[in-house]
């Protein structure tokens, strides 16, 4: 089955840059997702399609997709992005969540 | 405004059965396929299953084919998840969301309906 690897954890200072990672087999060929999840509440889509934004997600969540990596990028990293990022794809009729990464503001 | 809102939940043994559902509303329920997603405590998320606009596709994951089935009443725009055999492993919070239209992300989201299977 396909899986989707992420960092467990990825630690940002505010103002900063946070990258996030996740790696699958021919990832590139495929469409990526990121969701948002804070605790006690679901999840939230912050991109779709590898680079697109959702209506009301800041512009600092950006997002590639190349080879077998696709990317989350996190510009001026603020302490309300601190929160759990899963990507997300499809693969032979299955949708695959990564891991997840916990992204913390120090 | 779309909302999406599960019930059903609750604890069940190991081996019984519970039926999930999903109450839709804002948006044409007809013209997107859902989707179910869970989160054991404390873990990532996994999805569960989804279905076609009109109920005619569905596919699950390897480790709830033939024990759930996912369903849908477009009448009374409603998703449903029959879960039967159910094991320990199947415990978490169980969340209903709608499938963007063209492609696999799951736009809205449910609050979700959390599951314990335990003697």
């Known amino acids: 089955s396909y899986e989707l690897t992420q960092p467990p954890s990825v630690s940002v200072s505010p103002g900063q840059t946070a990258s996030i990672t996740c790696s699958g087999d021919k990832l590139g060929h495929k469409d990526v997702h990121w969701y948002q999840q804070k605790p006690g509440q679901s999840p939230v889509l912050v991109i779709y399609q590898d680079t697109k934004r959702p209506s009301g997600i800041p512009e600092r969540f950006s997002g590639s997709n190349s080879v077998n990596t696709a990317t989350l990028t996190i510009s001026g990293t603020q302490a309300m992005d601190e929160a759990d990022y899963y990507c997300q794809a499809w693969d032979s009729s299955s949708v695959v969540f990564g891991g997840g990464t916990k992204l913390t503001v120090l | 405004e779309v909302q999406l809102v599960e019930s059903g939940g609750g604890l069940v043994q190991p081996g019984g059965s519970l039926r999930l559902s999903c109450a839709a509303s804002g948006f044409t329920f007809s013209n997107y396929w859902m989707t179910w997603v869970r989160q054991a405590p404390g873990k990532g998320l996994e999805w569960v299953a989804n279905i076609k606009l009109d109920g005619s596709e569905k596919y699950y994951v390897d480790s709830v084919r033939g024990r759930f089935t996912i369903s849908r009443d477009n009448a009374k725009n409603s998703l449903y998840l029959q879960m039967n055999s159910l094991r320990a492993e199947d415990t978490a919070i169980y969340y209903c969301?709608?499938?963007?239209?063209?492609?696999?992300?799951?736009?809205?989201w449910g609050q979700g309906t959390l599951v314990t299977v335990s003697s």
């Open positions: 969301a709608r499938q963007s239209y063209g492609d696999y992300s799951n736009d809205y």
